[in-house]
């Protein structure tokens, strides 16, 4: 697989979210199964994970340490801290905690989950209204000068506060929700990283596996599953929404490809600074998503897409009004 560079950080072009061995899609799968599935990710070419204290808490961390531990030196491991978690007991309380003493303490638990002596891309998860920015941006620079941390990054961030941190502490990626049905980013937010040489990593780039064509408005999706409560994944929005599940069959047809292939293409082709990171659970999706740096679309591809999608209202918000609230601040 190519490379490509969030700010000055090298790593594989598309990368691999582990969000979902922390049951955030239902019951989490086998761990040793986990294990050969993050490293088989690696063997397919794929050098940048991504994990967060909150997923869990904290298990995700452990378990992309352990996975990642014989090959660490060969990876790129980003992870994120801003809820208010405690550190040590793994108690959750309401709301965010972006606190710098907070953030360090974080930090260090963070280390030795994850099995490493550095940390090499931190983001601030989500932007907390009660700490200014540049507390946080300064806080993560002094663990930059500690050699705890690497690289700085913040997660659906607005494009003033990314100003704002990147004043204080450059900001290597910005990572938030892109794929062709949440387009958020693209007025401001990537413009802003092309004027400052920042990366752009998206979340669910596969639209939380809807974009991949497997689910309808008949999937059944269990209560214990994240989506059962989003806006976009009620019965009645993903009938609404199937014409762009049917424009992504008509493309991949046209390329011999898959749907999920498609979707991930096109974020390739909107920006070079684009690095989506599409989770699952099992190995040969993975080697699906990998496929997809393979496949080319053309300028008249591309217009085709866009014509056609711009004839789509997508239906449902992107998420629950619970998390939407902490998005952009």
Known sequence: MKIRHLGSLAVSEIGFGTMSFASMYGEAPDHAEAVRVIRGAFDLGVTFFDTAEVYGPFTNEELVGEALAPIRDQVVIATKFGWNIDPDTRERHPGLNSRPAHVRRAVDRMLKRLKVETIDLLYQHRVDPDVPIEDVAGTVKDLIEAGKVRHFGLSEASAETIRRAHAVQPVTAIQSEYSLWTRD????????????????VPWSPLGAGYLTGKI????????????ANSPRFTAEARQANKGLVDLLDRVAAAKTATPAQIALAWLLARKPFIVPIPGTRRLERV?????????????ADLAEIEAEAARITVQ??????????YSYR
Do not use: H, K, W, Y
């Not at 990537?190 to 990366?199: F, N």
């Not at 309808?216 to 599953?225: G, H, K, N, W």
């Open 185 to 200: 980013p693209e007025p401001e937010i990537l413009p802003l990283c092309e004027e400052l040489g920042i990366g752009f």
């Open 216 to 227: 309808d408005a008949s999937t059944e999706i269990a209560p214990t599953d994240f989506r």
């Open 287 to 299: 080697e699906e998503n990998v496929g997809a740096a393979g496949v080319t679309l053309t300028s």
């Open 316 to 325: 449902g918000e992107r998420l629950p009004a619970a998390m939407l609230q």
